[in-house]
Protein backbone atom coordinates (compact mmCIF):
# COMPACT_ATOMS: atom_id res chain seq x y z
CA UNK A 1 0.00 0.00 0.00
CA UNK A 2 1.70 3.42 -0.75
CA UNK A 3 0.81 6.58 0.69
CA UNK A 4 -1.70 8.32 -1.94
CA UNK A 5 -5.15 7.15 -1.34
CA UNK A 6 -6.34 5.38 -5.29
CA UNK A 7 -9.91 7.05 -3.70
CA UNK A 8 -10.38 9.43 -1.40
CA UNK A 9 -14.05 10.87 -0.41
CA UNK A 10 -14.49 13.65 1.44
CA UNK A 11 -17.39 15.06 3.24
CA UNK A 12 -19.36 13.78 0.15
CA UNK A 13 -23.13 14.52 0.81
CA UNK A 14 -25.81 13.76 -1.26
CA UNK A 15 -29.74 14.37 -0.99
CA UNK A 16 -32.85 12.79 -2.97
CA UNK A 17 -35.46 16.05 -2.42
CA UNK A 18 -35.44 16.09 1.67
CA UNK A 19 -34.11 13.39 2.00
CA UNK A 20 -30.74 13.16 2.91
CA UNK A 21 -28.97 9.91 1.72
CA UNK A 22 -25.34 10.69 2.71
CA UNK A 23 -24.74 13.00 5.45
CA UNK A 24 -20.55 13.93 5.09
CA UNK A 25 -19.28 10.70 4.21
CA UNK A 26 -15.25 10.41 4.60
CA UNK A 27 -13.30 7.28 3.29
CA UNK A 28 -9.89 6.56 1.60
CA UNK A 29 -9.31 3.54 -0.44
CA UNK A 30 -5.55 2.65 -0.77
CA UNK A 31 -3.92 0.82 -3.40
CA UNK A 32 -4.66 -3.05 -3.26
CA UNK A 33 -7.07 -2.63 -0.44
CA UNK A 34 -10.47 -4.16 0.04
CA UNK A 35 -13.30 -2.03 1.70
CA UNK A 36 -16.09 -3.84 3.02
CA UNK A 37 -19.51 -1.85 3.51
CA UNK A 38 -22.46 -2.86 5.70
CA UNK A 39 -25.16 -1.64 7.19
CA UNK A 40 -29.05 -1.85 7.38
CA UNK A 41 -31.18 -0.76 4.05
CA UNK A 42 -31.57 2.41 3.57
CA UNK A 43 -28.20 3.53 4.99
CA UNK A 44 -26.80 5.04 1.70
CA UNK A 45 -24.08 2.62 0.42
CA UNK A 46 -25.65 1.72 -2.85
CA UNK A 47 -25.91 6.17 -2.87
CA UNK A 48 -22.49 6.29 -2.03
CA UNK A 49 -20.68 3.63 -4.73
CA UNK A 50 -23.40 5.21 -7.46
CA UNK A 51 -21.83 8.87 -6.08
CA UNK A 52 -18.38 7.20 -6.52
CA UNK A 53 -19.25 6.15 -10.10
CA UNK A 54 -21.17 9.18 -10.97
CA UNK A 55 -23.92 7.55 -11.79
CA UNK A 56 -25.46 10.20 -9.33
CA UNK A 57 -24.36 13.72 -8.87
CA UNK A 58 -22.84 14.57 -5.58
CA UNK A 59 -24.15 17.81 -3.41
CA UNK A 60 -21.84 18.63 -1.27
CA UNK A 61 -18.23 17.78 -0.78
CA UNK A 62 -15.30 16.00 -3.12
CA UNK A 63 -13.80 12.81 -4.55
CA UNK A 64 -10.33 11.88 -6.13
CA UNK A 65 -9.72 9.47 -8.15
CA UNK A 66 -5.66 8.83 -8.26
CA UNK A 67 -5.63 12.46 -7.50
CA UNK A 68 -7.99 13.85 -10.10
CA UNK A 69 -11.10 15.78 -8.65
CA UNK A 70 -14.11 13.18 -9.64
CA UNK A 71 -16.99 14.82 -11.74
CA UNK A 72 -15.95 18.57 -11.70
CA UNK A 73 -12.72 20.81 -13.01
CA UNK A 74 -11.50 23.98 -11.96
CA UNK A 75 -11.92 26.89 -15.39
CA UNK A 76 -11.14 30.46 -14.16
CA UNK A 77 -11.70 29.79 -10.69
CA UNK A 78 -14.56 28.10 -10.65
CA UNK A 79 -15.36 24.66 -10.23
CA UNK A 80 -17.67 23.63 -12.98
CA UNK A 81 -19.17 19.81 -13.76
CA UNK A 82 -16.97 18.21 -16.28
CA UNK A 83 -18.11 17.92 -19.86
CA UNK A 84 -20.42 14.47 -20.76
CA UNK A 85 -16.92 12.88 -22.64
CA UNK A 86 -14.58 13.25 -19.83
CA UNK A 87 -17.30 12.02 -17.36
CA UNK A 88 -17.30 9.29 -19.38
CA UNK A 89 -13.85 8.81 -19.17
CA UNK A 90 -13.66 8.92 -15.53
CA UNK A 91 -16.66 6.10 -15.46
CA UNK A 92 -14.53 4.02 -17.57
CA UNK A 93 -11.19 4.02 -15.08
CA UNK A 94 -13.41 2.61 -12.30
CA UNK A 95 -15.31 -0.80 -12.58
CA UNK A 96 -19.18 -1.49 -11.12
CA UNK A 97 -21.13 -4.49 -10.43
CA UNK A 98 -24.44 -4.34 -10.04
CA UNK A 99 -26.98 -5.86 -7.82
CA UNK A 100 -29.20 -6.79 -10.60
CA UNK A 101 -25.96 -7.83 -12.91
CA UNK A 102 -27.56 -5.55 -16.25
CA UNK A 103 -25.84 -7.43 -18.32
CA UNK A 104 -26.52 -5.93 -21.85
CA UNK A 105 -29.63 -8.16 -22.42
CA UNK A 106 -29.20 -7.95 -26.61
CA UNK A 107 -25.60 -8.67 -26.95
CA UNK A 108 -24.15 -12.19 -26.57
CA UNK A 109 -21.49 -12.40 -23.41
CA UNK A 110 -18.44 -12.00 -25.29
CA UNK A 111 -19.57 -8.99 -26.61
CA UNK A 112 -20.71 -7.85 -23.39
CA UNK A 113 -16.95 -8.18 -21.90
CA UNK A 114 -15.58 -7.15 -25.65
CA UNK A 115 -18.09 -3.66 -26.46
CA UNK A 116 -16.36 -1.09 -24.26
CA UNK A 117 -12.74 -2.22 -24.63
CA UNK A 118 -13.21 -1.19 -28.12
CA UNK A 119 -15.24 1.84 -27.48
CA UNK A 120 -14.12 3.40 -24.34
CA UNK A 121 -10.69 2.48 -24.62
CA UNK A 122 -9.54 2.15 -28.23
CA UNK A 123 -8.31 -1.26 -28.48
CA UNK A 124 -8.65 -3.42 -31.71
CA UNK A 125 -11.14 -5.77 -31.76
CA UNK A 126 -8.91 -9.01 -31.71
CA UNK A 127 -7.01 -7.62 -28.62
CA UNK A 128 -10.26 -6.97 -26.92
CA UNK A 129 -11.54 -10.96 -28.16
CA UNK A 130 -8.84 -12.03 -26.56
CA UNK A 131 -8.81 -10.29 -23.53
CA UNK A 132 -12.59 -11.23 -23.20
CA UNK A 133 -12.11 -14.71 -23.48
CA UNK A 134 -9.36 -14.83 -20.73
CA UNK A 135 -11.57 -12.65 -18.58
CA UNK A 136 -14.44 -15.17 -18.93
CA UNK A 137 -12.15 -18.29 -18.49
CA UNK A 138 -10.92 -16.51 -15.30
CA UNK A 139 -14.44 -16.45 -13.56
CA UNK A 140 -15.10 -19.64 -14.89
CA UNK A 141 -17.31 -18.98 -18.06
CA UNK A 142 -15.56 -20.04 -21.16
CA UNK A 143 -18.03 -21.93 -22.19
CA UNK A 144 -20.60 -19.53 -22.47
CA UNK A 145 -18.92 -16.82 -24.83
CA UNK A 146 -21.57 -17.02 -27.23
CA UNK A 147 -24.16 -17.32 -24.84
CA UNK A 148 -27.05 -14.65 -24.16
CA UNK A 149 -27.22 -13.43 -20.73
CA UNK A 150 -31.11 -14.55 -20.22
CA UNK A 151 -29.66 -18.03 -21.23
CA UNK A 152 -27.81 -17.97 -18.28
CA UNK A 153 -28.28 -18.69 -14.33
CA UNK A 154 -28.10 -15.54 -11.83
CA UNK A 155 -24.56 -16.27 -10.55
CA UNK A 156 -23.09 -17.13 -14.15
CA UNK A 157 -24.50 -13.63 -15.25
CA UNK A 158 -23.01 -11.93 -12.46
CA UNK A 159 -20.16 -13.57 -12.80
CA UNK A 160 -20.01 -12.28 -16.68
CA UNK A 161 -20.70 -8.85 -15.10
CA UNK A 162 -17.57 -9.20 -13.16
CA UNK A 163 -15.70 -9.99 -15.90
CA UNK A 164 -17.35 -7.42 -18.16
CA UNK A 165 -16.34 -4.75 -15.50
CA UNK A 166 -12.68 -5.99 -14.96
CA UNK A 167 -12.03 -5.84 -19.16
CA UNK A 168 -11.51 -2.20 -18.61
CA UNK A 169 -8.43 -2.53 -16.37
CA UNK A 170 -10.16 -0.41 -13.75
CA UNK A 171 -8.25 1.32 -11.14
CA UNK A 172 -11.12 0.55 -8.58
CA UNK A 173 -13.47 -1.87 -8.76
CA UNK A 174 -17.53 -1.47 -6.92
CA UNK A 175 -19.78 -3.63 -5.82
CA UNK A 176 -22.74 -3.44 -5.10
CA UNK A 177 -24.59 -6.17 -3.67
CA UNK A 178 -23.67 -8.38 -5.90
CA UNK A 179 -25.40 -11.26 -4.29
CA UNK A 180 -28.38 -10.15 -3.08
CA UNK A 181 -30.58 -11.14 -5.89
CA UNK A 182 -28.77 -14.60 -6.08
CA UNK A 183 -30.78 -17.89 -5.13
CA UNK A 184 -28.67 -19.30 -1.99
CA UNK A 185 -26.82 -21.96 -3.86
CA UNK A 186 -25.23 -19.37 -6.48
CA UNK A 187 -24.02 -16.81 -3.85
CA UNK A 188 -20.90 -18.70 -3.68
CA UNK A 189 -19.70 -19.41 -7.06
CA UNK A 190 -19.53 -14.96 -7.40
CA UNK A 191 -18.09 -14.51 -4.05
CA UNK A 192 -15.30 -17.17 -4.69
CA UNK A 193 -15.02 -14.92 -8.07
CA UNK A 194 -14.65 -11.50 -5.59
CA UNK A 195 -12.24 -13.25 -3.08
CA UNK A 196 -9.96 -14.30 -5.84
CA UNK A 197 -9.94 -10.53 -7.25
CA UNK A 198 -8.95 -9.49 -3.87
CA UNK A 199 -5.76 -12.11 -3.47
CA UNK A 200 -4.94 -10.55 -6.75
CA UNK A 201 -4.49 -7.21 -5.43
CA UNK A 202 -7.28 -5.50 -6.91
CA UNK A 203 -8.48 -2.22 -4.82
CA UNK A 204 -12.38 -2.91 -4.34
CA UNK A 205 -14.96 -1.05 -2.50
CA UNK A 206 -17.51 -4.00 -1.65
CA UNK A 207 -21.48 -3.78 -0.41
CA UNK A 208 -22.60 -6.54 0.68
CA UNK A 209 -24.90 -8.19 3.23
CA UNK A 210 -23.24 -11.48 3.61
CA UNK A 211 -21.37 -10.70 6.98
CA UNK A 212 -18.57 -13.94 7.20
CA UNK A 213 -17.21 -12.31 3.06
CA UNK A 214 -17.68 -9.43 4.72
CA UNK A 215 -15.33 -10.18 7.06
CA UNK A 216 -12.93 -12.84 5.35
CA UNK A 217 -12.39 -10.66 2.16
CA UNK A 218 -11.48 -6.88 3.80
CA UNK A 219 -8.40 -5.34 4.75
CA UNK A 220 -11.04 -2.46 6.16
CA UNK A 221 -14.69 -2.86 7.31
CA UNK A 222 -17.18 0.55 7.28
CA UNK A 223 -20.37 0.14 9.00
CA UNK A 224 -23.01 2.90 7.68
CA UNK A 225 -26.04 3.95 9.18
CA UNK A 226 -28.84 6.92 7.97
CA UNK A 227 -25.87 8.28 5.50
CA UNK A 228 -23.04 8.63 7.80
CA UNK A 229 -20.10 6.31 8.48
CA UNK A 230 -20.63 5.28 12.01
CA UNK A 231 -17.24 3.12 12.57
CA UNK A 232 -14.43 1.79 10.60
CA UNK A 233 -12.17 -0.63 11.42
CA UNK A 234 -10.42 -3.68 10.96
CA UNK A 235 -12.46 -6.80 10.00
CA UNK A 236 -11.71 -7.74 13.60
CA UNK A 237 -12.54 -4.34 15.49
CA UNK A 238 -16.15 -4.47 13.37
CA UNK A 239 -17.20 -7.60 14.59
CA UNK A 240 -15.59 -8.92 17.45
CA UNK A 241 -15.55 -5.42 19.54
CA UNK A 242 -17.99 -3.11 18.03
CA UNK A 243 -17.93 -0.03 19.49
CA UNK A 244 -20.77 1.94 18.54
CA UNK A 245 -24.18 0.23 20.29
CA UNK A 246 -25.75 0.75 16.45
CA UNK A 247 -22.68 -1.80 15.28
CA UNK A 248 -23.51 -3.93 17.79
CA UNK A 249 -27.49 -3.88 17.11
CA UNK A 250 -26.87 -4.31 13.56
CA UNK A 251 -24.69 -7.27 13.97
CA UNK A 252 -27.22 -9.16 16.98
CA UNK A 253 -29.57 -9.37 14.04
CA UNK A 254 -27.31 -11.55 11.64
CA UNK A 255 -26.16 -13.68 14.58
CA UNK A 256 -26.93 -17.23 14.31
CA UNK A 257 -29.00 -16.66 10.56
CA UNK A 258 -28.02 -18.50 7.65
CA UNK A 259 -25.25 -17.16 5.75
CA UNK A 260 -27.72 -15.80 3.07
CA UNK A 261 -29.35 -12.57 4.22
CA UNK A 262 -30.84 -9.62 2.69
CA UNK A 263 -33.54 -7.28 3.20
CA UNK A 264 -33.43 -6.47 -0.29
CA UNK A 265 -34.13 -9.22 -2.55
CA UNK A 266 -36.25 -9.09 -4.90
CA UNK A 267 -39.67 -10.49 -4.36
CA UNK A 268 -39.86 -12.34 -7.40
CA UNK A 269 -37.70 -15.59 -8.13
CA UNK A 270 -34.87 -15.67 -10.67
CA UNK A 271 -35.92 -17.19 -14.06
CA UNK A 272 -32.74 -19.24 -15.26
CA UNK A 273 -34.28 -20.70 -18.48
CA UNK B 1 -76.13 -46.37 -10.83
CA UNK B 2 -72.57 -45.50 -11.41
CA UNK B 3 -70.04 -46.83 -13.60
CA UNK B 4 -66.63 -47.86 -12.43
CA UNK B 5 -64.32 -45.26 -12.20
CA UNK B 6 -61.34 -47.07 -14.04
CA UNK B 7 -63.69 -47.56 -16.78
CA UNK B 8 -63.94 -44.04 -17.75
CA UNK B 9 -61.58 -42.35 -20.11
CA UNK B 10 -61.85 -38.74 -21.38
CA UNK B 11 -59.77 -39.22 -24.22
CA UNK B 12 -62.92 -41.36 -25.91
CA UNK B 13 -64.71 -38.28 -25.16
CA UNK B 14 -66.93 -36.16 -28.19
CA UNK B 15 -66.78 -32.51 -28.37
CA UNK B 16 -68.82 -30.10 -26.11
CA UNK B 17 -72.21 -29.32 -27.57
CA UNK B 18 -72.69 -26.07 -28.84
CA UNK B 19 -75.67 -25.24 -30.42
CA UNK B 20 -75.28 -21.74 -30.29
CA UNK B 21 -72.60 -22.00 -32.45
CA UNK B 22 -74.28 -23.89 -35.22
CA UNK B 23 -76.80 -21.10 -35.57
CA UNK B 24 -73.91 -18.49 -35.33
CA UNK B 25 -72.57 -20.17 -38.54
CA UNK B 26 -75.22 -20.67 -40.21
CA UNK B 27 -76.01 -17.30 -40.18
CA UNK B 28 -72.59 -16.34 -41.17
CA UNK B 29 -72.90 -18.68 -43.85
CA UNK B 30 -76.22 -16.35 -45.62
CA UNK B 31 -74.35 -13.55 -44.87
CA UNK B 32 -71.07 -14.64 -46.66
CA UNK B 33 -73.25 -16.34 -49.54
CA UNK B 34 -75.29 -12.96 -49.84
CA UNK B 35 -72.25 -10.70 -50.09
CA UNK B 36 -70.79 -13.25 -52.92
CA UNK B 37 -74.14 -12.88 -54.83
CA UNK B 38 -74.19 -9.03 -54.65
CA UNK B 39 -70.45 -9.02 -55.92
CA UNK B 40 -70.87 -11.57 -58.76
CA UNK B 41 -73.93 -10.29 -59.96
CA UNK B 42 -74.12 -6.85 -59.82
CA UNK B 43 -73.30 -5.54 -63.30
CA UNK B 44 -71.98 -2.15 -61.95
CA UNK B 45 -68.95 -4.17 -60.38
CA UNK B 46 -67.82 -4.11 -63.98
CA UNK B 47 -65.16 -6.55 -62.85
CA UNK B 48 -64.06 -6.67 -66.36
CA UNK B 49 -63.16 -3.29 -66.62
CA UNK B 50 -60.99 -3.52 -63.30
CA UNK B 51 -59.04 -6.33 -64.53
CA UNK B 52 -58.75 -4.27 -68.12
CA UNK B 53 -56.98 -1.18 -65.52
CA UNK B 54 -55.04 -3.67 -62.62
CA UNK B 55 -52.16 -3.13 -64.49
CA UNK B 56 -52.60 -0.39 -66.35
CA UNK B 57 -48.84 1.59 -66.83
CA UNK B 58 -50.34 5.07 -65.44
CA UNK B 59 -52.08 3.08 -62.10
CA UNK B 60 -48.99 1.58 -61.58
CA UNK B 61 -46.74 4.30 -61.86
CA UNK B 62 -49.13 5.89 -59.26
CA UNK B 63 -48.62 2.75 -56.88
CA UNK B 64 -44.71 3.46 -56.81
CA UNK B 65 -45.36 6.98 -56.01
CA UNK B 66 -47.67 6.09 -53.19
CA UNK B 67 -44.85 3.54 -52.28
CA UNK B 68 -42.12 5.72 -52.64
CA UNK B 69 -43.69 8.30 -50.51
CA UNK B 70 -44.55 6.22 -48.05
CA UNK B 71 -40.96 5.36 -47.91
CA UNK B 72 -39.83 8.79 -48.17
CA UNK B 73 -41.84 9.89 -45.07
CA UNK B 74 -41.24 7.01 -42.88
CA UNK B 75 -37.63 7.18 -43.17
CA UNK B 76 -37.26 10.97 -42.64
CA UNK B 77 -39.95 10.78 -40.15
CA UNK B 78 -38.53 8.12 -38.04
CA UNK B 79 -35.46 9.66 -37.81
CA UNK B 80 -37.35 12.97 -37.06
CA UNK B 81 -39.14 11.05 -34.45
CA UNK B 82 -36.05 9.76 -32.89
CA UNK B 83 -34.64 13.00 -32.48
CA UNK B 84 -37.69 14.21 -31.01
CA UNK B 85 -38.16 11.41 -28.79
CA UNK B 86 -34.27 11.97 -27.63
CA UNK B 87 -35.46 15.83 -27.32
CA UNK B 88 -38.11 15.02 -24.95
CA UNK B 89 -36.21 12.99 -22.97
CA UNK B 90 -33.72 15.37 -22.66
CA UNK B 91 -32.55 16.91 -19.03
CA UNK B 92 -32.42 20.56 -21.35
CA UNK B 93 -35.90 21.18 -20.23
CA UNK B 94 -36.08 24.05 -23.33
CA UNK B 95 -35.64 20.90 -25.58
CA UNK B 96 -37.86 18.73 -23.83
CA UNK B 97 -40.31 21.48 -23.71
CA UNK B 98 -40.07 22.49 -27.46
CA UNK B 99 -40.32 18.58 -28.56
CA UNK B 100 -43.17 17.97 -26.31
CA UNK B 101 -44.80 21.53 -28.09
CA UNK B 102 -43.93 19.78 -31.51
CA UNK B 103 -45.68 16.86 -30.91
CA UNK B 104 -48.90 17.93 -29.55
CA UNK B 105 -49.42 20.32 -32.32
CA UNK B 106 -48.24 17.66 -35.40
CA UNK B 107 -50.43 15.24 -34.02
CA UNK B 108 -53.28 17.21 -33.39
CA UNK B 109 -53.97 18.48 -36.90
CA UNK B 110 -55.53 16.28 -39.48
CA UNK B 111 -52.94 15.16 -42.09
CA UNK B 112 -55.23 16.42 -44.93
CA UNK B 113 -55.57 19.77 -43.30
CA UNK B 114 -51.46 19.78 -43.23
CA UNK B 115 -50.77 19.17 -47.14
CA UNK B 116 -53.23 21.03 -47.88
CA UNK B 117 -51.42 24.01 -45.72
CA UNK B 118 -47.77 23.07 -46.83
CA UNK B 119 -49.08 22.97 -50.89
CA UNK B 120 -49.98 26.88 -49.99
CA UNK B 121 -47.04 28.05 -48.12
CA UNK B 122 -46.45 30.15 -51.30
CA UNK B 123 -49.35 32.41 -49.81
CA UNK B 124 -48.03 32.93 -46.25
CA UNK B 125 -44.27 33.31 -47.41
CA UNK B 126 -43.55 34.44 -50.87
CA UNK B 127 -39.85 33.79 -50.80
CA UNK B 128 -38.00 31.17 -48.88
CA UNK B 129 -34.38 32.68 -48.31
CA UNK B 130 -30.97 31.41 -46.10
CA UNK B 131 -29.51 33.67 -44.20
CA UNK B 132 -28.89 35.76 -40.69
CA UNK B 133 -32.06 35.63 -38.74
CA UNK B 134 -32.97 39.08 -38.84
CA UNK B 135 -29.64 39.87 -41.01
CA UNK B 136 -28.46 39.93 -44.50
CA UNK B 137 -30.13 37.16 -46.14
CA UNK B 138 -27.50 35.30 -48.91
CA UNK B 139 -29.80 33.25 -51.12
CA UNK B 140 -33.55 33.25 -51.52
CA UNK B 141 -36.12 31.60 -53.70
CA UNK B 142 -39.87 31.92 -54.52
CA UNK B 143 -41.85 29.44 -52.42
CA UNK B 144 -43.92 28.32 -55.13
CA UNK B 145 -40.60 26.78 -57.03
CA UNK B 146 -39.76 24.77 -54.31
CA UNK B 147 -43.05 23.87 -52.70
CA UNK B 148 -44.41 21.44 -55.89
CA UNK B 149 -46.89 19.26 -54.71
CA UNK B 150 -44.13 16.57 -54.29
CA UNK B 151 -41.89 18.53 -51.23
CA UNK B 152 -45.64 19.11 -49.82
CA UNK B 153 -46.42 15.78 -49.95
CA UNK B 154 -43.22 14.89 -48.46
CA UNK B 155 -43.09 17.40 -45.96
CA UNK B 156 -47.01 17.11 -44.86
CA UNK B 157 -46.60 13.55 -44.30
CA UNK B 158 -42.65 13.45 -42.68
CA UNK B 159 -43.85 15.97 -39.82
CA UNK B 160 -47.02 14.45 -38.97
CA UNK B 161 -45.18 10.60 -39.10
CA UNK B 162 -42.42 12.19 -36.90
CA UNK B 163 -44.71 13.19 -34.04
CA UNK B 164 -46.23 10.01 -34.44
CA UNK B 165 -42.98 8.38 -34.16
CA UNK B 166 -41.50 10.81 -31.92
CA UNK B 167 -44.54 9.12 -28.99
CA UNK B 168 -43.56 5.33 -30.27
CA UNK B 169 -40.18 5.81 -29.77
CA UNK B 170 -40.23 7.90 -26.42
CA UNK B 171 -42.19 4.83 -25.22
CA UNK B 172 -39.67 2.22 -26.44
CA UNK B 173 -36.69 4.06 -24.78
CA UNK B 174 -38.67 4.27 -21.81
CA UNK B 175 -39.62 0.80 -21.16
CA UNK B 176 -35.64 -0.29 -21.11
CA UNK B 177 -34.56 -1.39 -18.11
CA UNK B 178 -32.80 1.99 -16.28
CA UNK B 179 -29.91 -0.77 -15.04
CA UNK B 180 -28.96 -0.95 -18.73
CA UNK B 181 -28.64 2.38 -18.99
CA UNK B 182 -26.79 2.49 -15.51
CA UNK B 183 -24.37 -0.33 -17.12
CA UNK B 184 -23.73 1.47 -20.12
CA UNK B 185 -22.80 4.75 -18.32
CA UNK B 186 -20.12 2.45 -15.88
CA UNK B 187 -18.59 0.92 -18.61
CA UNK B 188 -17.89 4.62 -19.96
CA UNK B 189 -20.10 4.98 -22.69
CA UNK B 190 -21.38 9.20 -23.54
CA UNK B 191 -24.52 9.56 -23.14
CA UNK B 192 -24.69 9.41 -26.82
CA UNK B 193 -22.91 5.78 -26.77
CA UNK B 194 -25.19 4.57 -23.91
CA UNK B 195 -28.28 5.78 -26.30
CA UNK B 196 -27.14 4.21 -29.86
CA UNK B 197 -25.53 1.07 -28.17
CA UNK B 198 -27.74 -0.06 -26.02
CA UNK B 199 -30.69 1.65 -25.47
CA UNK B 200 -32.02 2.20 -28.82
CA UNK B 201 -31.37 -1.37 -29.87
CA UNK B 202 -33.07 -2.80 -26.50
CA UNK B 203 -36.21 0.01 -27.35
CA UNK B 204 -36.66 -1.88 -30.99
CA UNK B 205 -38.67 -4.59 -29.53
CA UNK B 206 -41.38 -2.05 -28.07
CA UNK B 207 -40.77 0.49 -31.03
CA UNK B 208 -41.07 -2.09 -33.87
CA UNK B 209 -44.94 -3.15 -33.84
CA UNK B 210 -46.56 -0.20 -33.50
CA UNK B 211 -44.08 1.34 -36.41
CA UNK B 212 -45.28 -1.72 -38.45
CA UNK B 213 -48.81 -0.11 -38.15
CA UNK B 214 -48.17 2.69 -38.73
CA UNK B 215 -45.84 2.10 -41.40
CA UNK B 216 -49.72 0.99 -42.57
CA UNK B 217 -51.69 3.08 -41.71
CA UNK B 218 -48.96 5.96 -43.65
CA UNK B 219 -48.96 4.04 -46.84
CA UNK B 220 -53.03 4.58 -46.97
CA UNK B 221 -52.67 8.47 -45.61
CA UNK B 222 -50.60 8.61 -49.01
CA UNK B 223 -53.99 8.49 -50.75
CA UNK B 224 -54.58 11.93 -49.17
CA UNK B 225 -52.43 13.68 -51.44
CA UNK B 226 -54.29 13.44 -54.25
CA UNK B 227 -56.28 16.46 -53.07
CA UNK B 228 -53.10 18.73 -54.07
CA UNK B 229 -52.57 16.64 -57.16
CA UNK B 230 -50.05 14.39 -56.34
CA UNK B 231 -50.11 11.16 -58.55
CA UNK B 232 -50.09 8.64 -56.47
CA UNK B 233 -52.34 5.60 -56.70
CA UNK B 234 -55.70 7.08 -55.84
CA UNK B 235 -54.97 10.18 -57.91
CA UNK B 236 -54.00 7.96 -60.98
CA UNK B 237 -57.40 5.81 -60.69
CA UNK B 238 -58.98 9.35 -60.70
CA UNK B 239 -57.75 10.80 -63.39
CA UNK B 240 -58.85 7.69 -65.60
CA UNK B 241 -62.33 7.60 -64.09
CA UNK B 242 -63.36 11.21 -64.69
CA UNK B 243 -62.45 10.80 -68.25
CA UNK B 244 -64.11 7.08 -68.63
CA UNK B 245 -66.79 7.04 -65.24
CA UNK B 246 -66.26 4.09 -64.47
CA UNK B 247 -66.03 5.21 -61.20
CA UNK B 248 -66.55 1.50 -59.53
CA UNK B 249 -64.18 -0.88 -61.23
CA UNK B 250 -61.03 1.91 -60.85
CA UNK B 251 -61.77 2.43 -57.14
CA UNK B 252 -61.95 -1.50 -56.73
CA UNK B 253 -58.42 -1.56 -58.59
CA UNK B 254 -57.20 1.07 -56.10
CA UNK B 255 -58.60 -0.93 -53.20
CA UNK B 256 -56.89 -4.19 -54.82
CA UNK B 257 -53.61 -2.98 -54.95
CA UNK B 258 -53.76 -0.90 -51.13
CA UNK B 259 -54.90 -4.73 -49.85
CA UNK B 260 -52.24 -6.33 -51.69
CA UNK B 261 -49.24 -3.92 -50.50
CA UNK B 262 -51.02 -4.14 -46.83
CA UNK B 263 -51.05 -7.76 -46.97
CA UNK B 264 -47.10 -8.23 -47.37
CA UNK B 265 -46.44 -5.13 -45.15
CA UNK B 266 -48.00 -7.57 -42.33
CA UNK B 267 -46.32 -10.30 -43.37
CA UNK B 268 -43.39 -8.45 -43.15
CA UNK B 269 -44.12 -6.53 -39.99
CA UNK B 270 -45.00 -10.37 -38.49
CA UNK B 271 -41.44 -11.64 -39.69
CA UNK B 272 -39.83 -8.45 -37.96
CA UNK B 273 -41.69 -8.51 -34.83
CA UNK B 274 -40.34 -12.02 -34.05
CA UNK B 275 -36.67 -11.19 -35.14
CA UNK B 276 -36.61 -7.70 -32.46
CA UNK B 277 -38.79 -9.72 -29.81
CA UNK B 278 -36.14 -12.75 -29.60
CA UNK B 279 -32.45 -11.91 -27.56
CA UNK B 280 -34.43 -10.19 -24.93
CA UNK B 281 -36.02 -11.81 -22.18
N1 LIG C 1 -33.03 7.78 -6.88
C1 LIG C 1 -33.49 8.01 -5.62
N2 LIG C 1 -34.49 8.89 -5.43
C2 LIG C 1 -34.96 9.13 -4.19
N3 LIG C 1 -34.49 8.56 -3.08
C3 LIG C 1 -33.48 7.67 -3.21
C4 LIG C 1 -32.93 7.35 -4.49
N4 LIG C 1 -31.94 6.44 -4.31
C5 LIG C 1 -31.90 6.20 -2.99
N5 LIG C 1 -32.81 6.94 -2.32
C6 LIG C 1 -33.00 6.97 -0.87
O1 LIG C 1 -31.76 7.18 -0.27
C7 LIG C 1 -31.60 6.37 0.88
C8 LIG C 1 -30.36 5.51 0.74
O2 LIG C 1 -30.61 4.54 -0.24
P1 LIG C 1 -29.53 3.44 -0.66
O3 LIG C 1 -28.25 4.13 -0.93
O4 LIG C 1 -30.13 2.67 -1.76
O5 LIG C 1 -29.42 2.57 0.65
P2 LIG C 1 -28.78 1.13 0.82
O6 LIG C 1 -28.10 0.76 -0.43
O7 LIG C 1 -27.85 1.28 1.98
O8 LIG C 1 -29.91 0.23 1.15
C9 LIG C 1 -32.87 5.55 1.02
O9 LIG C 1 -33.69 6.16 1.96
C10 LIG C 1 -33.49 5.63 -0.34
O10 LIG C 1 -34.89 5.59 -0.25
MG1 LIG D 1 -28.48 -0.82 -1.76
Known sequence: MSDAPVLRIRNVRKQFGDHVALDGVDLDVHEGEVVTVIGPSGSGKSTLVRCVHQLESIDGGAMYLDGELLGYEMRRGHLRPLPDRRLAAQRGRMGMVFQQFNLFAHWSVLRNVIEAQVTVHGRSPEEARKEALRLLERVGLSGKADAHPRMLSGGQQQRVAIARALATNPRIMLFDEPTSALDPELVDEVLSVVLDLARGGMTMIIVTHEMSFAREVADRCVFMEEGRVVETGTPKEIFDNPASPRLRAFLS?????????SDERPLEEETTS | MSLAPQVLDVASARPRIRPLRWVAGAVLLVLVAQFAWFLVTNPRFEWAVAGKYLFDPNILRGLGMSLLLTVIAMTLGSVLGVL???GRLSDFKPAAWACGVYVAVFR??????????????????PRISLGVPFGPTFVSWPTNSVISSLTAAIIGLTLHEAAYMAEIVRAGILAVDGGQRDAARAMGFTARQSFVKVVLPQAMRVIVPPTGSQFISLLKGTSLVSVIAMADLLYSVQVIYNRTYEIVPLLIVACAWYLAVVTVLSLGQRRLEQHFGKGQR
Not at chain 2, 108 to 125: A, E, M, R, S
Open chain 2, 84 to 86: LAA
Open chain 2, 108 to 125: GIPPLVQLIFWFNLGYLL
Open chain 1, 253 to 261: RFSGRAAHI
